[in-house]
C-alpha cells in the first residue's frame, strides 16, 4: 500500500489540479502533471483522492460536507486568484481528510448525550449541586452521577479542573472523576483529571490530596495516593511513574494560558491544536530539537501560533480557518 501523502504532496496535488482545472494549462503542463504523478506512489495516491473528491463535489455534496464547503465558499465567494482557489482547496482537502490520514467523524453517543459538553475552544464553569465546581477544558464532556451515597463524576472525553466542596451531609459522600482508565478519588480540594489522546489518563493535584486508582487494576497495587505538585498516568496496566508538575501552570492552562518551560514545540502545537476547530498539522520529525518557553492564549490560537511564527522563524499557513499547517520555510 502507498505511503499516505506527506502536507507537501497535497499541497503539490492541489496545484496541479488547480492548473489543470483553470482552462489555461498546456500541453507542457499536462505532461509534466502525469510525470509528477508517476514519480512516487504517494503522488498517484493524493491526485486520486483529489479527482474523487472533485467528482463528489460536482455531483452532490452530502451533509456535513455541503456545509463546511458552503462556509468556506462564502469566505471566498468567486475565487478568481491562484492563491484564493489554493485556499478553498485546502477546506476540500481537510474535508476529504487527506491532511494527513485525517477522518471526520460523529462524536460517540456518550458524548453527545452527556449531561454538560464544551465545544472546542471553549471552557465551561459548572456549579454542581453539593456546591462543588467543574471546570470544562476545550472539547469535553461528562455526566453527573450524584446520589445519596456518591459524588461521581464521569469523564467521557477531554479534561476537567474540580473544586471539590465538602459534602454537608450526615455521611460525607465520596467524590471521584471516573474514565475508562481510572478513578481520581479526591481527599482535599482542586486537581484535574484528562483523558488523552494515547487512550490513557492524567491525573493532576494542585490542592490536597487525590487517591488515583485503576479501574482494571486490583486495588493494592492499582492505587497510588498524589499530593501537590504531583501527578500520574493511568493505563490499562495500572498507574504509572509519579511525576512533578508545576502547578500554577495547570492551573493556568485551565484557566485559558499556556504556560511552558523548554518544551517541545511539537507539544505545544498538540496542546494549541486542542483549542482550535478543524486540524493544526505539522510534521513532529522535522520540528524536532526546537524547544518553547512562555505564556500563549488558548483563547486565541491564532494569536499564539503568530507569536511562535515571529520568535522561532516558524512557517505558518492559513488553508481557510480549518487547516492549519505550521512548518519550517524553504532554504534561502
Same mark, same amino acid.
Given at each position: 500500500m502507498p505511503d499516505e501523502p506527506t502536507l507537501a504532496v497535497i499541497e503539490q496535488a492541489t496545484d496541479w489540479h488547480l492548473l489543470l482545472q483553470s482552462g489555461e494549462a498546456t500541453a507542457t503542463d499536462r505532461a509534466a502533471c502525469k510525470a509528477w504523478r508517476a514519480r512516487h506512489p504517494s503522488h498517484e495516491l493524493a491526485w486520486q483522492r483529489m479527482q474523487a473528491l472533485w467528482q463528489q463535489f460536482d455531483a452532490a455534496e452530502p451533509p456535513p460536507a455541503q456545509a463546511a464547503l458552503d462556509a468556506a465558499c462564502r469566505i471566498q465567494p468567486k475565487p478568481k486568484s491562484r492563491r484564493s482557489r489554493r485556499a478553498l482547496a485546502g477546506g476540500a482537502l481537510l474535508l476529504a481528510g487527506l491532511a494527513g490520514g485525517a477522518s471526520f467523524t460523529l462524536p460517540p453517543p456518550a458524548v453527545l448525550l452527556a449531561d454538560h459538553r464544551s465545544a472546542t475552544g471553549? +471552557? $465551561? &464553569?459548572?456549579?454542581? =449541586? *453539593? +456546591? /462543588? %465546581?467543574? !471546570?470544562?477544558? /476545550? *472539547?469535553?464532556? !461528562? *455526566?453527573?452521577?450524584? *446520589?445519596? &451515597?456518591? $459524588? %461521581?463524576? !464521569?469523564?467521557? %472525553?477531554?479534561?476537567v479542573l474540580a473544586e471539590v466542596a465538602a459534602d454537608t451531609q450526615a455521611a460525607p459522600r465520596p467524590f471521584s472523576?471516573?474514565? =475508562?482508565?481510572? &478513578?481520581? +478519588?479526591?481527599?482535599? #480540594? %482542586?486537581? #484535574?483529571v484528562r483523558r488523552e489522546a494515547d487512550g490513557n489518563t492524567?491525573? /493532576? !493535584?494542585?490542592e490536597s490530596i487525590v487517591e488515583a486508582c485503576a479501574q482494571a487494576a486490583p486495588p493494592a497495587s492499582g492505587c497510588v495516593r498524589l499530593h501537590p505538585g504531583q501527578q500520574v498516568r493511568i493505563g490499562a496496566d495500572g498507574p504509572g511513574a509519579i511525576t512533578g508538575i508545576d502547578a500554577a501552570a495547570e492551573d493556568a492552562r485551565m484557566r485559558g494560558q499556556l504556560i511552558v518551560d523548554d518544551l517541545p514545540l511539537s507539544e505545544v502545537l498538540l496542546t494549541l491544536g486542542r483549542h482550535r476547530p478543524g486540524l493544526l498539522r505539522y510534521d513532529a520529525a522535522a520540528l524536532?530539537?526546537?524547544r518553547v518557553s512562555g505564556v500563549f492564549p488558548l483563547d486565541d490560537t491564532d494569536r499564539a501560533l503568530d507569536a511562535l511564527a515571529r520568535t522561532l522563524s516558524l512557517r505558518v499557513r492559513h488553508y481557510t480557518p480549518w487547516l492549519v499547517i505550521v512548518d519550517l520555510p524553504d532554504p534561502a
Amino acid at each position: 500500500m502507498p505511503d499516505e501523502p506527506t502536507l507537501a504532496v497535497i499541497e503539490q496535488a492541489t496545484d496541479w489540479h488547480l492548473l489543470l482545472q483553470s482552462g489555461e494549462a498546456t500541453a507542457t503542463d499536462r505532461a509534466a502533471c502525469k510525470a509528477w504523478r508517476a514519480r512516487h506512489p504517494s503522488h498517484e495516491l493524493a491526485w486520486q483522492r483529489m479527482q474523487a473528491l472533485w467528482q463528489q463535489f460536482d455531483a452532490a455534496e452530502p451533509p456535513p460536507a455541503q456545509a463546511a464547503l458552503d462556509a468556506a465558499c462564502r469566505i471566498q465567494p468567486k475565487p478568481k486568484s491562484r492563491r484564493s482557489r489554493r485556499a478553498l482547496a485546502g477546506g476540500a482537502l481537510l474535508l476529504a481528510g487527506l491532511a494527513g490520514g485525517a477522518s471526520f467523524t460523529l462524536p460517540p453517543p456518550a458524548v453527545l448525550l452527556a449531561d454538560h459538553r464544551s465545544a472546542t475552544g471553549e +471552557r $465551561r &464553569s459548572i456549579e454542581l =449541586p *453539593d +456546591r /462543588s %465546581r467543574l !471546570v470544562l477544558d /476545550s *472539547d469535553s464532556a !461528562v *455526566d453527573l452521577r450524584y *446520589d445519596g &451515597s456518591q $459524588r %461521581r463524576i !464521569v469523564l467521557h %472525553r477531554g479534561g476537567v479542573l474540580a473544586e471539590v466542596a465538602a459534602d454537608t451531609q450526615a455521611a460525607p459522600r465520596p467524590f471521584s472523576i471516573e474514565t =475508562p482508565q481510572s &478513578s481520581a +478519588r479526591a481527599l482535599g #480540594t %482542586r486537581y #484535574t483529571v484528562r483523558r488523552e489522546a494515547d487512550g490513557n489518563t492524567m491525573v /493532576s !493535584v494542585l490542592e490536597s490530596i487525590v487517591e488515583a486508582c485503576a479501574q482494571a487494576a486490583p486495588p493494592a497495587s492499582g492505587c497510588v495516593r498524589l499530593h501537590p505538585g504531583q501527578q500520574v498516568r493511568i493505563g490499562a496496566d495500572g498507574p504509572g511513574a509519579i511525576t512533578g508538575i508545576d502547578a500554577a501552570a495547570e492551573d493556568a492552562r485551565m484557566r485559558g494560558q499556556l504556560i511552558v518551560d523548554d518544551l517541545p514545540l511539537s507539544e505545544v502545537l498538540l496542546t494549541l491544536g486542542r483549542h482550535r476547530p478543524g486540524l493544526l498539522r505539522y510534521d513532529a520529525a522535522a520540528l524536532a530539537g526546537i524547544r518553547v518557553s512562555g505564556v500563549f492564549p488558548l483563547d486565541d490560537t491564532d494569536r499564539a501560533l503568530d507569536a511562535l511564527a515571529r520568535t522561532l522563524s516558524l512557517r505558518v499557513r492559513h488553508y481557510t480557518p480549518w487547516l492549519v499547517i505550521v512548518d519550517l520555510p524553504d532554504p534561502a
